[in-house]
Structures are given as C-alpha cells and as structure tokens.
C-alpha cells in the first residue's frame, strides 16, 4: 500500500494505473479523456474529496491525452481547425469555471448534483442521436479514404472539411460561444471543458465522431494544462481557502500513466467499431456517473 501525502489516498500503487487505463481505452474512442470517470474514482473509491480532486483531475488529463492525440495525428483524423476554434472558447471558460469550483463549490454534497445534471443533458442527446434513424449508405470507398480527413476551409465565419465521401460544415462562431460555456463548465468540473465538447458537436453540429474525438482531446489537453497551473497560483498566493486545492501531482500523474497507455490502445481501435455503438458506449459510462451524481439529491 502507498500512501499519497497531498491527497491522503491510501492504496496499491498499481490500482490508479489500472483503473485509467480501463477508463480511458473506453472512453478515448469519443473524443473524451476520461476524465469525468477519474473524478468520480477519485471520491467515491479513494475517499479524496474537496477542490483539489478537481485539480488532480485534470493533471490526469495532462499525462494521459498526448498518446491519444498523436494516434489521431498519425491517422489523419485530426480536424486541426476544429481543434482551434474549441480551444479558443474553453481556454479562457476554464479558467472562470475554476474559480467558481473554488468559492461556490468546494462542498461535494452540492457538488455532485450540479455534475450529475450536466451529464444527464449530454447523456440523454447522445442516446437521442444514437438511437436515431439510420443515415443514408455512402459510395463504397477504401478504408484509408474512409477515415482520411481532407480540410476545406478555415476561417471566421465557418469550418469545412471533407470526411467519408462527405462535406461537413459548422459555424467558427457558434463552436467558440458553445465551448466558451463548456469551459466553464469543464473547468468547475475538473475535466478540461474540451471533453463535454465532443457530444455536443455530434449531436448538435452533425459532425461525425470519427472527426470530432482527436481535436476536443488536444482542447481538454491545453485547457487542463492552463487549469492545473491556475489551481497551483491559487494554492500558492491565494487565501487560506484556496490553499488545499493544489493538485495531487503523484497520483494524478499515475492515473495519467494508466490513461496514456489507454488512450492509445482506444483511438488506434476507434476506426474499427460502428459509430453507433461508439455513442452508446459513452452513454452508458455519462449515465453511470449521472445516477450516483444525482442520487445525492435524494439522500441514497
């Protein structure tokens, strides 16, 4: 057994290793870290509770995202644009969704409703989408065009790129106001803001998840750097309330170890699994998260 000092989790050195890795192989396929699982792991199993089990998270997200990011790069399925233009709104989110995570929501008893009905919404769009009619067959083309992404256009006004014999196209504008609020969000919750971003592009944009996962992952990864460093400036000059969020960098960096391997191994198998199935998978892991989030209010 090993004891964390800055967290006081008590448990085997491997088990954190090998509950991400788990997590993220799942989860990696969508476009999200994993994060929002990690968190939870974290209060429920491990017993860390308080503001910084959200910093810790989100140093998980910096460990373990780049191996998964790369494997879309090296595939050509990284929509770089998209990347930008989310980043662009869950940056600067983040960073007020941290300060509302510490003043407003250092409490886990109000903290887990408020996660649990955020999840819910992205839970119940991405069960609508999934079990929706089924889209019309395409040209039969090859696998490698199948999954080779082709950019169209870039700029304010809309992102154009072309993916499985298809156009795709959504507004530059509308992508920032959305991730502007998802930042805040992402970073109350502690998963970066570019995590809970990948379902709303699905089901709201109509972009394709096979296009989507890479770049919210490279947004969850810059913001998670930005929000880790901002809840270490706080801890470090803040007042005595801000002085226990820290994050816990041993443990969230084993936790990222296990991610990494993980990340890897779930965006190398993403090409080969339905896209169906890949949205039901994630709705089954938010849906998870939302009962035990939401039972809080009912006292179970």
């Known amino acids: 057994m090993v004891e964390f000092p800055v967290s006081g989790v008590e448990t085997y050195w491997w088990l954190p290793m090998a509950a991400a890795f788990c997590i993220a192989c799942l989860s990696s396929i969508g476009g999200l870290s994993g994060a929002f699982l990690i968190l939870p792991l974290q209060i429920s199993v ?5 503001p910084a089990v959200t910093s810790t998270t989100l140093t998980y997200n910096i460990f373990s995202i780049p191996s ?3 494997r879309y790069y090296k595939e050509n399925r990284m ?6 233009a989310t980043l662009a709104g869950t940056l600067p989110g983040v960073f007020l969704g941290a300060i509302i995570r510490v003043k407003w929501l ?11 009905l955020v999840l819910l919404y992205i839970a119940v769009r991405l069960a609508r989408d999934a079990l929706g009619r089924k889209q019309a067959k395409k040209p039969a083309v090859s696998a490698l065009e199948q999954f080779n992404v082709i950019p169209r256009e870039f700029s304010l006004k809309q ?3 072309g993916f499985d014999s298809s156009d795709y196209t959504a507004s530059t504008k509308s992508i920032f106001y959305i991730s502007f609020v998802v930042g805040i969000v992402g970073g109350a919750y502690g998963i970066g803001g570019g995590a809970l971003i990948a379902p709303i592009l699905v089901t709201v944009f109509g972009l394709p998840i ?5 770049a919210t992952l490279f947004g969850t990864f ?8 901002f ?19 041993l443990l969230g960096g084993l936790f990222g170890i296990g991610g990494a391997a993980g990340m890897y191994v779930g965006a190398r198998l993403q090409r080969y699994m339905p896209a169906r199935l890949i949205k039901i998978v994630l709705t089954v892991l938010l849906l998870f998260v939302t009962v035990r989030y939401l039972a809080t209010l009912f006292g179970w």
Request: charged share 10%; proline share 8%; glycine share 16%.
């Open 222 to 229: 810059v913001t998670s750097i930005a929000g880790a460093g």
């Open 159 to 161: 992102i154009k790129f």
């Open 79 to 84: 929509v770089w644009p998209l990347a930008f």
């Open 210 to 214: 096979y296009t989507v996962a890479g």
């Open 106 to 116: 250092p409490d886990p008893t109000s903290f887990k409703p408020f996660a649990g």
């Open 46 to 50: 491990f017993g860390f509770v308080g």
């Open 68 to 70: 998964g990011v790369w």
């Open 231 to 249: 809840y270490t400036l706080l801890a470090s000059y803040g007042d005595g309330q801000t002085a226990n969020i820290a994050p816990d960098w």
